[in-house]
T-cell receptor, first 116, second 114 residues
Framework: NAGVTQTPKFQVLKTGQSMTLQCAQD?????MSWYRQDPGMGLRLIHY???????DQGEVPNGYNVSRSTTEDFPLRLLSAAPSQTSVYFC???????????????FGSGTRLTVV | AQSVTQLGSHVSVSEGALVLLRCNYS??????LFWYVQYPNQGLQLLLK??????LVKGINGFEAEFKKSETSFHLTKPSAHMSDAAEYFC????????????FGKGTMLLVSP
């Protein structure tokens, strides 16, 4: 089924460890983004990309790195995990503007990360 | 830049009562507006969206929202609450220009009592 696939669904890290959250979409969407969700804070944008090779920071980028080498994949890297990064992470994509069809974002099912 | 304010972090209603969840937005250009619902331990599900067509938008599960430019509002309503409506609801805004990002409100938890 077409959509956004996030892996893993759950992860526990120790403080200082590194890891990569994977996000892949098969809809040929140029725009992809990462959000974190924390209680009472809604979803906050971490990083986004408007196409392969192009990334930019969102509202809460510190502690996270991204790269976009292909249209399909947009991994999120935690270089040195901290307890403050305990959160639920969502990846989202959408088609380029002006390409017709129903405008909207497609979200992955999320990754629940705990840093101890 | 754009922003969203959701009034009330928690809203409680009785089953069968009117549901009203408030959302006000701020944007420099015409916005696209969305309501998402999130059930416990699940992902986001799109309820409805406004993309500059009809100002009254009907969504899934009997929900609807009205875009009011003069009030910069996009409140979500449902005539009669059901127990299964208990969830967290998020309003979100993006701009009708280029690759604008999607900005979320902080969410409103809807509690439905029998």
């Amino acid at each position: 089924n077409a959509g956004v696939t996030q892996t893993p669904k759950f992860q526990v890290l120790k403080t200082g460890q590194s890891m990569t959250l994977q996000c892949a979409q098969d809809m040929n969407h140029e725009y992809m983004s990462w959000y974190r969700q924390d209680p009472g804070m809604g979803l906050r944008l971490i990083h986004y990309s408007v196409g392969a090779g192009i990334t930019d920071q969102g509202e809460v980028p510190n502690g996270y790195n991204v790269s976009r080498s292909t249209t399909e994949d947009f991994p999120l890297r935690l270089l040195s995990a901290a307890p403050s990064q305990t959160s639920v992470y969502f990846c989202a994509s959408r088609r380029p503007p002006g390409t017709g069809g129903i405008y909207g974002y497609t979200f992955g099912s999320g990754t629940r990360l705990t840093v101890v | 830049a754009q922003s969203v304010t959701q009034l009330g972090s928690h809203v409680s209603v009785s089953e069968g009562a009117l549901v009203l969840l408030r959302c006000n937005y701020s944007s420099s250009v015409p916005p696209y507006l969305f309501w998402y619902v999130q059930y416990p331990n699940q992902g986001l599900q799109l309820l409805l969206k406004y993309t500059s067509a009809a100002t009254l938008v009907k969504g899934i599960n009997g929900f609807e929202a009205e875009f009011k430019k003069s009030e910069t509002s996009f409140h979500l309503t449902k005539p009669s609450a059901h127990m299964s409506d208990a969830a967290e609801y998020f309003c979100a805004v993006t701009l009708n220009s280029g690759y604008s990002t999607l900005t979320f409100g902080k969410g409103t938890m809807l509690l439905v009592s029998p």
